[in-house]
Structure formats: C-alpha cells, structure tokens
C-alpha cells in the first residue's frame, strides 16, 4: 500500500481552527448546537461535554483556572474536510508556570465543528497544576 500525499493551500476548516486558537469565543460561530467535547483530562467512565454552552462554559472554567494566562502557543495546524489537527505548547501561569505540548483534535461535518478532543501530554499533572496541587 502506498500512501498518497498532496500539498496544496491550506483547507479552509485549517483557517477556522487558526481563528479559533486566538479566540475560543468564536466557538459560537463554528460549533454545531450538539458538539462534542472530550476533556484532556477524561478517565475511564467519564462522559463528554455535550452541546455548545456547555463546551463554552468548559472552557471558560480551563480560561478562570489558569486566572486568565492561558495561551495556546500553535506550531502546526492541518486539517481536511473531516478532521484537523492542532499541535502546540499550552502555558498558563498557576502558582509557577505550567508549560505542556498538546494536540487539539477536531471532527468537521459541513464545514463546523461536531467534535473535539483535547489531549495534553500529561493530563494528570496538568490537571494537578490548574487545581494547585502540584507536587513540589
């Protein structure tokens, strides 16, 4: 099987996630009402958070836990008709600073977003710095 690799101009759901990445906000504008978020920090048995409001409110509470320093610093960001990829640095400054890559993984359908996960490289410890009980 070989595999076929094609580079062109980005995709436009590229551009969307690039927006996104500076404003969650814009969230409202290119989200469907019944997406779907996958927390970084999700267990065995855990449950998405289901519907735009509620993935907004999520973020906000990830935006008031890091007091309002959390940047997303974006390296690389690909994305087709189906699905996007978008791989960084998250930091945040929470009694020390916080500093972790990630990879935001998003599932389109019409040119919005239906889906997301997040995933940090160590959800535990960064689940255990935004909450003030990291280890000394």
């Avoid at 999520?58 to 978008?86: C, K, Y």
């Amino acid at each position: 099987m070989e595999a076929r690799m094609t580079i062109d101009t980005p995709h436009p759901n590229a551009e969307t996630l690039r927006l996104l990445y500076k404003d969650f906000s814009l969230l409202e504008k290119y989200a469907t009402e019944d997406v779907k978020l996958h927390p970084a920090d999700r267990a065995p048995g855990y449950s998405p958070v289901q519907g735009k409001q509620a993935v907004l409110r999520h973020e906000r509470a990830l935006l008031d836990a890091t007091r309002g320093t959390l940047l997303m610093d974006v390296e690389a960001i690909h994305a087709n008709e189906s699905f996007g990829a978008v791989l960084g640095t998250l930091r945040a400054s929470v009694d020390g600073e916080v500093a972790m890559p990630f990879c935001g993984l998003w599932r389109f359908s019409d040119g919005l977003i239906t889906e997301h996960w997040e995933n940090a490289y160590d959800a535990p410890s960064l689940t255990r710095a935004l909450s003030g009980k990291a280890s000394s």
